[in-house]
């Protein structure tokens, strides 16, 4: 069965203090890595795909990068307005169709 | 560009109750979606659809109907609300059923069954 497993689920930083979040998963054959940015009350805002393990991906304070076994969403000099939920998602072929799996979250606060 | 939009945004209702959440994107986007969001667990799929007249199940469908009759339009049925429904609904959407590219989501429907 697919797994993801989001660490920690919730995170404090001072404004400033760099840290990673970790997304580990256990599927056969990934397609796919995706890291969302979830603010309360809204949906999930697309960040990163990653592709293959090696492959990294950069916006503005955040760093996405993979591994066979898992992904870090890299956050370097947060700012209070990077607070929010960020998920990990991971798709596999199904049965003729791309499953999508997402993990639990974590909760990023970063206090000015 | 409005993406995808979910009406309403909030809803109450009784036991045994229906009602019918809404869901339309302006992408052309081939393949359509409905999520739960329920606190410490993940987006979990309840049905899909890769095309206009084509829907399948995910992983929690009981209780829950869909429709494709146009590209745009998704709609979400409940057909007889249960409390376990109470839930936070996300409509989303993509390219196509097997493309890499990432899930569009709407903001959501909140749901309260009493």
């Known amino acids: 069965e697919d797994q993801v497993t989001q660490s920690p689920e919730a995170l404090r930083l001072q404004e400033g203090e760099s840290s990673s979040l970790n997304c580990s998963y256990t599927?056969?054959?990934?397609?796919?890595l995706f890291w969302y940015r979830q603010d309360p009350g809204k949906g999930p805002e697309f960040l990163f795909t990653?592709?293959?393990a090696g492959e990294e991906k950069e916006k503005e304070r955040l760093k996405a990068t993979l591994t066979k076994k898992e992904s870090f969403l890299h956050i370097t000099a947060p700012k209070p307005e990077d607070s929010a939920t960020y998920l990990c998602?991971?798709?596999?072929?199904?049965?003729?169709?791309?499953?999508?799996?997402f993990g639990t979250g974590t909760k990023l606060q970063v206090i000015p | 560009n409005a993406g995808v939009t979910q009406t309403p945004k909030f809803q109450v209702l009784k036991t045994g109750q229906s009602m019918t959440l809404q869901c339309a994107q302006d992408m052309n986007h081939e393949y359509m979606s409905w999520y739960r969001q329920d606190p410490g667990m993940g987006l979990r799929l309840i049905h899909y659809s890769v095309g206009a007249g084509i829907t399948d199940q995910g992983e929690v469908p009981n209780g829950y109907n869909v429709s494709r009759s146009t590209t745009e339009d998704f709609p979400l049925r409940l057909l007889s609300a249960a409390p376990s429904q109470t839930s936070v609904y996300f409509c989303a959407s993509k390219e196509g059923q097997n493309s890499n590219q990432p899930q569009h989501f709407g903001d959501g429907t909140r749901l309260s069954i009493l």
């Open positions: 998602a991971v798709q596999v072929p199904s049965g003729g169709y791309q499953k999508v799996t």
């Open positions: 599927v056969s054959g990934l397609r796919g």
């Open positions: 990653l592709y293959s």
